[in-house]
């Protein structure tokens, strides 16, 4: 058997281009979609990143700014600079790049973005929403990862979905979301102890262990659903995923490419929360 490609860019461009109409439409009724995007230090990584959204967001009509600060800023200089965003109404969504300086706490940082404007949903209010099922803003790689299943018809309920890794970025948000659409799920870990023969249960396989080629076609079931959320750079600087593609696209139904496949998810989810937080009044989402 040889997998179906799950094309994350094809996807990801048309939800833009509805992302785009959507925001025309909202700046008819004066409501333009604002994003500040916040990066502390140089890291070259995140700098691309920062780069992408925001001209992600200047292509989708939402207004973008990129607060750049240096490494040696002081955390009362970030969180004052937050809390003039949380007060500034051209600003619907405030995301603070990660990973930040060691010396900052990133926990106090999160916890002071207004939770109507944490586009990236890492907030505990968010994420307590989302534990509980209540309405608010979610993680925008599990998401866009949630977006993809749905945009392949793929079913959820009832399955087996294995989410190898747990992080509070990817691991322990999409295994909620999963969970909410009445999949049976479980999250393994690096203490996991029978890692193979559970993977090997998955009818839907997420892999966010930021571990390149971990999982491996003897790790899945034919026809699985492997979804590859690793984005790690080889020695020859290439960008390869936590997902044997070679070995696993022979056993898999489906599968996620890398570059091409969640990545461009995230970024059109960012937008998408962006707009969702300008058409949310306050009132909403009450803290
Ligand atoms: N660093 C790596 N991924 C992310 C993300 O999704 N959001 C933020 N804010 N920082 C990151």
Redesign the pocket.
């Known amino acids: 058997m040889s997998a179906q490609i799950m094309d994350g860019k094809a996807v990801a461009k048309s939800i833009r281009e509805g992302l785009k109409e959507e925001v025309d439409r909202l700046k008819k009724e004066d409501i333009y979609p604002g994003l500040a995007v916040v990066l502390v230090g140089d890291n070259p990584a ?1 700098m691309i ?1 920062v780069k992408n959204k925001g001209e992600a967001c200047r292509a989708a009509g939402i207004y973008s700014e990129e607060h750049r600060l240096p490494e040696d800023t002081k955390e009362s200089e970030l969180l004052e600079l937050i809390n003039r965003l949380n007060n500034d109404p051209r600003i619907h969504g405030i ?5 930040l300086p060691s010396h900052i706490d990133k926990d106090r940082v999160l916890k002071s973005i207004s939770p109507e404007k944490d586009v ?1 949903g ?1 907030h505990e209010i968010n994420m307590g929403r989302l534990l509980t099922g209540q309405e608010g803003l979610v ?3 599990p998401l866009g990862i949630m977006k993809l299943l749905e945009y392949y018809h793929i079913p959820v309920e009832g399955r087996f979905a294995v989410v190898v890794g747990r992080s509070n ?1 990817v691991g322990k948000p999409v295994a909620m979301m999963l969970l909410q659409r009445n999949a049976t799920v479980t999250i393994c870990h690096t203490r996991t102890r029978n890692m193979t023969e559970t993977c090997r249960m998955a009818d839907i396989l997420i892999a966010a262990a930021g571990k390149p080629g971990m999982i491996t076609g003897d790790m899945i079931k034919d026809g699985a659903v492997v979804i590859d959320v690793g984005i790690n750079r080889s020695d020859m600087g290439k960008l390869i995923g936590d997902v044997d593609f070679e070995s696993v696209s022979k056993k898999a139904g489906w599968i996620t490419p890398v570059p091409g496949g969640v990545g461009p998810m ?1 970024i059109a989810m960012l937008l998408y929360n962006t707009v969702k937080a300008a058409k949310c009044p306050k009132s909403r989402y009450p803290t």
Do not use: A, H
């Open positions: 995140s990143y995301l603070v790049q990660l990973p990236d890492f993680p925008c790689t970025i995230t």
